[in-house]
């Protein structure tokens, strides 16, 4: 059994160490491990953690001198900036997998490797994928993930954003949305409701990014699927004005691999300050490519528009992808977004 001291935080959280006392990880964190020093509020033996945790989960290195022994518990899931942990109820539709994919989350611990998560809740299509998710496990390897989209027309190449950023938010709204009701509703926004669209809440899809997220659907092809949605942006993992925000979450969607894999490039057709019903906002609208064996469309023309809502805690945000090529969609979305109200 790995000896008890300060590791890296196995939640990912980015210069952030926990306290492993030898069977199960305390909930305190710190940026500065005391030497292997016990937290003083650590009971000496807290509860067993959660079995299953969102992605995989580093472990402490063994003793040295001493083989390794069986992986530590993952921690439970918690708040804030850490990985969230999917919901188990499957999200309505057929079959497929890959791009966007919208799946039966199968939580499994791989016991002396890591802890993994087998499924995964994507946005494309609406059953299984096993790729996992490209998150950002910490600054690092975040801004390695914003590189590979890199700058686009009308973007701010200096904008990265951090994993906090990108995985930080609680995207599952406390009820779900009422199929009957006239509109969407959430972080301080509302849209239309599309009778004909399917409905999803932020803990089926990898936006991350955001609190209590909806959205509606419908299919395009059998791995893909055109979106409009509406939700919260909290501004204390960082968001501190809307352009920054609008570039860092569309950043965010472009660099994971279960919204856009394949992707290989991106376009700003808007990029610009705007008003919402009367409220500040910024928009980036873009011509986002993909090249996937998994599907035919080329891409999404992807909007992201941040609104100061007025909430001193959040942005609203509001995201709509339709399918390049697919006039109809796009007109759609346009529609959707000249009628966002806020409050």
Not at 77 to 106: D, E, F, H, R
């Amino acid at each position: 059994m790995t000896n008890a001291g300060w590791y890296p935080d196995p939640a990912g959280a980015p210069d952030t160490y926990r306290y492993w006392d030898g069977q199960a990880w305390s909930q305190m964190t710190t940026t500065q491990p005391s030497g292997g020093a016990r937290p003083a509020d650590t009971p000496a033996t807290p509860p067993p953690a959660a079995p299953t945790q969102y992605g995989a989960v580093p472990t402490p290195p063994p003793p040295p001198g001493q083989p390794a022994g069986p992986t530590p518990p993952a921690p439970p899931a918690y708040g804030g900036g850490y990985p969230q942990q999917w919901s188990p109820t499957p999200a309505p539709g057929g079959s497929g997998g890959g791009n966007k994919t919208v799946v039966i989350v199968i939580a499994a611990v791989v016991a002396l490797v890591l802890l993994g998560v087998g499924g995964f809740f994507g946005i494309r299509a609406l059953t299984g994928d096993d790729d996992g998710d490209r998150k950002a496990d910490d600054n690092s390897s975040q801004d390695q993930e914003s590189d590979e989209s890199g700058p686009s027309e009308g973007s701010s190449s200096t904008v990265k954003p951090t994993g906090i950023q990108c995985t930080g938010g609680s995207p599952a709204p406390s009820t779900d949305p009422d199929p009957a009701a006239a509109d969407l509703t959430g972080g301080g926004l509302s849209i239309p409701r599309n009778p004909a669209y399917e409905l999803a809440t932020g803990d089926q899809v990898s936006f991350g990014f955001a609190n209590a997220f909806v959205l509606q659907y419908t299919e395009v092809e059998e791995n893909w699927i055109s979106l409009t949605g509406v939700g919260a942006l909290p501004r204390a993992n960082g968001f501190d004005d809307l352009a920054s925000a609008a570039e860092v979450v569309m950043q965010c969607l472009t660099s994971s691999e279960n919204v856009y894999s394949g992707f290989t490039g991106r376009t700003d057709t808007v990029n610009e300050e705007t008003t919402v019903d009367g409220k500040p906002a910024y928009r980036i609208s873009a011509e986002v490519h993909v090249d996937s064996p998994d599907v035919t469309v080329d891409g999404d023309l992807t909007d992201v528009i941040i609104v100061d809502t007025g909430d001193p805690a959040s942005y609203g945000v509001y995201i709509g992808m339709a399918a390049l090529g697919h006039d109809d969609l796009i007109s759609a979305n346009e529609a959707v977004i000249d009628q966002i109200d806020v409050g």
